[in-house]
T-cell receptor, first 116, second 115 residues
Framework: AQTVTQSQPEMSVQEAETVTLSCTYD???????LFWYKQPPSRQMILVIR??????QNATENRFSVNFQKAAKSFSLKISDSQLGDAAMYFC?????????????FGTGTRLTIIP | DTGVSQNPRHKITKRGQNVTFRCDPI?????LYWYRQTLGQGPEFLTY????????KSRLLSDRFSAERPKGSFSTLEIQRTEQGDSAMYLC?????????????FGDGTRLSIL
């Protein structure tokens, strides 16, 4: 079974600065997908960024980028130019690429606080 | 795209009662998922449907839990004889299988409180 570990329960960053959230995972599969989701307080979970394991190039979405290290099974999220609206719980998630195994396996989350 | 809709937003009930939640996925999405999220934890997978077929159920889904998706549209999750440990946020998500890496889109969730 796959597991996802987020070792930072809480992180804080000064507004406009850069912060990196850590995520490691364990799997015996070679093909899979990784996601970062954001869950603001009392609001729905939304996708921040995704990465296909077969792609060596790290995904980037505006101020959000990942550092995907497949051999180390590491998938960190970097948020540049942090904004107050980035404050939320951030969840790292894994999904197998095998058809019929569509469920997401989530980590325990990192609560990000933005300091004005 | 009106997003994934879940009803009710909150449900408070006494232990032992039955509850039913509804999820309306994004209209063109053929996959629908249920997750449970307890305080301070990430969501845990419960079950998922491809159209009307229930393809996978987690061990978390005890025999008191049942999910349906008639006609491959909306889905219901029923919990019979609720217990204190059922208190959680129940999240629904949907996706489209047209491409292999399609992300799941989540609803606002139904928060269940057992008295």
């Amino acid at each position: 079974a796959q597991t996802v570990t987020q070792s930072q329960p809480e992180m804080s960053v000064q507004e406009a600065e850069t912060v990196t959230l850590s995520c490691t995972y364990d799997t015996s599969e070679s093909d899979y997908y990784l996601f970062w989701y954001k869950q603001p307080p009392s609001r729905q979970m939304i996708l921040v960024i995704r990465q296909e394991a077969y792609k060596q190039q790290n995904a980037t979405e505006n101020r959000f980028s990942v550092n995907f290290q497949k051999a180390a099974k590491s998938f960190s999220l970097k948020i540049s130019d942090s904004q107050l609206g980035d404050a939320a719980m951030y969840f790292c998630a894994y999904r197998s690429a095998n058809f019929g195994n569509e469920k997401l396996t989530f980590g325990t989350g990192t609560r990000l606080t933005i300091i004005p | 795209d009106t997003g994934v809709s879940q009803n009710p937003r909150h449900k408070i009930t006494k232990r032992g009662q039955n509850v039913t939640f509804r999820c309306d996925p994004i209209s063109e999405h053929n996959r629908l998922y249920w997750y449970r999220q307890t305080l301070g934890q990430g969501p845990e997978f419960l079950t998922y449907f491809q159209n009307e077929a229930q393809l996978e159920k987690s061990r978390l889904l005890s025999d008191r839990f049942s999910a349906e998706r008639p006609k491959g549209s909306f889905s219901t999750l029923e919990i019979q004889r609720t217990e204190q440990g059922d208190s959680a946020m129940y999240l629904c998500a949907s996706s489209w299988d047209g491409e292999s890496n399609q992300p799941q889109h989540f609803g606002d969730g139904t928060r269940l409180s057992i008295l």
